[in-house]
């Protein structure tokens, strides 16, 4: 008889999509807690791939490219005037 | 190591839980460690990373659309949300879309070419750090090893120590008995002398009383002989000689 897990401990994946609300609000926003999970979400990408004995290219390339697309997304309100319209 | 702040922390623990109702009942209201943890030996790197697919999107996303759609659906989703894009220019075609079109072809032909070069090059480097690791570790391993030689023999070279007692307890009774001797020595040499002493007194002693007897004897005898003694004796001495002489010229 697997324990009752509370619902603040569940991971995203195990969440429910109603109880979706919920569970964000129950997360630790504090300044520390915003800081250890980016520390626990830079290990977990960090270890998968690139602490590895034969990294490969996707580690890198996948920084890569959500940089790219960040950078595209804060630029959109200037390349907003390259479209094809008429009237901008 | 992990064990032993467990065990430290664990009667502290239980101090801070509600005292138990019979007492030698562990009251276990928070799983303690059940897993053999511990931080040494360190497990070893794993061999590959994560699975990427065209360098950009993890294995784990087609894995998770394989059961709804099949090998092809996560293509097709690619194709539409890039199609959408597209049509509503959220996605702009612009300049820079040339550029990173050639660009991304160059670096898209370097890598198919001199990937597994660069790949090879970056193994042997990381390779040679693991060799001279290697090699260090196995070095303290030796040096250790003779160490615990070398302590051992010194143990084996401790137990005779019995030997080095016996023979120091062996010249000290020796030493004894050298002083021992001596001293008896000194003794009987001392106590000699002492009765020489004596003897020698005793000898003169009576060396002495003789000789002066013997003086005194001669004196009153010398003083008994009166003139007239004297007078008789030289008459008789030379009626003596007379005889004598007689007799001897009767020998001749």
Redesign the interface.
Known sequence: LPAAVLLKDMKLMDVKLGQLGSWLAMRDFTPGGILGAIRRGHERYYNKYINVRKGGLGGLSMVLAGYVILSYMWSYSHVKHDRRRRYH | MLSRLVLRAAPAALRALPPPVAVGVLHTTRPLHTTQQSLAPVPP????????RH??I?EEFFQFLYPKTGVTGPYMLGTGLVLYLLSK?I??V?H?TAAAACILTVIIYA?KKF?ADV?AFA?KL?EEKVATALAMKNEAIQTLQTAIEEEKKEQWRAEGRSYLFDAKRNNIAMLLETNYRERLLMVYNEVKKRLDYQVAMQTLKRQKEQDHMIQWVEKNVIQSITPQQQKESIAKCILDLKALSKSAHAAV
């Open positions: 790197l794993p061999e590959k990373g994560g699975e990427v360098g950009l993890p220019e996605y702009v612009n820079e890598i990937g790949a193994d990381n």
